[in-house]
């Protein structure tokens, strides 16, 4: 369901991006709103599922999860939706994209060293329907996971789909 995000939605999505555990109270008075109109706003955000959640950020490198890499993998299509079960399975998988092109799927994974994910590639092989996959190492990331500077752009956009 989609739903038209304004500049006190922006501004709220903000205020709990760079403070999830912010009371309610605390964020009406940082946006100068009343409290019941925070209270509103969060539950139409949610209800919608355009908030799905307020998890923490954590730094995957701090806890000793530095290697990243992205796998292609070309599959039988017969077998994506059993693939995309296995690589549930696999704890260092933190996204699987279905995508166009070569590869059927693009999946994010964090290892501790080149050895662990060489093994996790391993048993990504060994998943029945993956026919060949591309390894794609993280150098560094520039630009973190983020969706605000959209949300912002939206509102200062509002004709722009």
Known sequence: ??????????????????????????????LRI??????ARMKRLEASGAVR???PDVDLQAIGFAVHAFLGIELDQNKMDSIVEALREFPNVLEVHAT?????????IA???????LGIIQRVHA???VKHTE???????????????????????????
Do not use: C, F, W
């Open 1 to 30: 369901m989609s739903i038209k995000i304004d500049a006190l939605d922006a501004a709220l999505l903000a205020e709990l991006a760079s403070d999830p555990r912010a009371p309610i109270l605390e964020l009406a008075a940082r």
């Open 34 to 39: 009343a409290r019941n109109t925070v209270q």
């Open 53 to 55: 959640g307020y998890p």
């Open 100 to 108: 166009t092109g070569r590869a059927d799927l693009l999946v994010r």
């Open 111 to 117: 290892a501790q060293s080149q050895q662990d994910l």
């Open 127 to 129: 998943i029945r329907g």
């Open 135 to 161: 390894t794609m190492l993280a150098l560094a990331t520039p630009i973190q996971y983020r969706s605000l500077p959209l949300v912002e752009h939206l509102t200062d956009n509002p004709d722009t789909p």
